[in-house]
């Protein structure tokens, strides 16, 4: 079936920094959607992203769907401690049925 | 308040014992999912259903069985668990996602241990 990837895996930075991760896959999506998870809830939707090379911004996060539409990128500036958590990347395909997750990137972010 | 509701929120349960954990969203959502999370993997899709009587497989349906008799709910069905069903499930409803809408609203999940 359909697969991505996430990097890095982990991430420990310090309050204030600028946050970058990335999601590939050999395949290629029509949408690609950004979560972000914290501990113990569900998953919410951070960024929809619908055509290739569209770049979105929401507050400090701006993430860009790239342009060969097998990646996506997603970048948090001047990071702050509410910050921690996991971020998934996940793929819409199947004419828009069905939804395939990345493994996550863990957040930490260092007072 | 726009929700979606699992339940229970946490089950341990033994092998072979049958098990329905119960998903109600109130949005008038058409599409409906179940995942299950497990570290390292992200979430799997187990199944989907676009809309009322209409259900279908994700990624990995094997040991789960779904109904969707009512639009706001949708149950997942462990007709005979194995402890490699323990994990984190999660529930969620979103508009038709081939339609341009795919917000997905997830439920708060159900963590259930298989013995």
Redesign the interface.
């Known amino acids: 079936g359909q697969q991505l990837n996430q990097s890095p895996q982990s991430m420990f930075i310090q309050e204030g920094e600028d946050v970058s991760m990335n999601c590939t896959s050999s395949s290629i999506f029509n949408t690609w959607l950004w979560y972000k998870q914290d501990p113990g809830e569900g998953p919410v939707l951070l960024i929809a992203l619908y055509k290739a090379g569209e770049l979105t911004s929401n507050g400090r996060l701006t993430a860009q769907f790239g342009i060969t539409r097998k990646d996506s990128f997603l970048n948090i500036s001047a990071s702050i401690p509410s910050d921690v958590g996991i971020y998934f990347c996940a793929g819409l395909y199947n004419y828009g049925q069905n939804f395939v997750f990345g493994p996550g990137t863990r957040l930490s972010v260092l007072p | 308040e726009a929700q979606?509701t699992q339940n229970p929120r946490y089950l341990i349960t033994v092998t072979g014992k049958k098990l329905t954990v119960t998903c109600s969203q109130n949005m008038n959502h058409e599409y409906m999912?179940w995942?299950r999370q497990d570290p390292?993997?992200?979430?799997?899709?187990i199944y989907?259903s676009?809309n009322v009587e209409v259900t279908?497989k994700?990624?990995v349906p094997e040991g789960y069985k779904v109904s969707r008799k009512e639009k706001r709910n949708f149950p997942l069905i462990l007709e005979s668990p194995s402890p490699n069903q323990t994990s984190l499930y999660?529930c969620?409803s979103s508009f038709?996602?081939?339609?341009?809408s795919?917000?997905?609203y997830?439920?708060?999940?159900t963590r259930l241990t298989v013995t």
């Open positions: 979606v999912s995942y390292g993997l992200g979430l799997r899709q989907y676009m279908d994700g990624d999660f969620a038709s996602p081939g339609l341009g795919s917000e997905q997830f439920g708060p999940g």
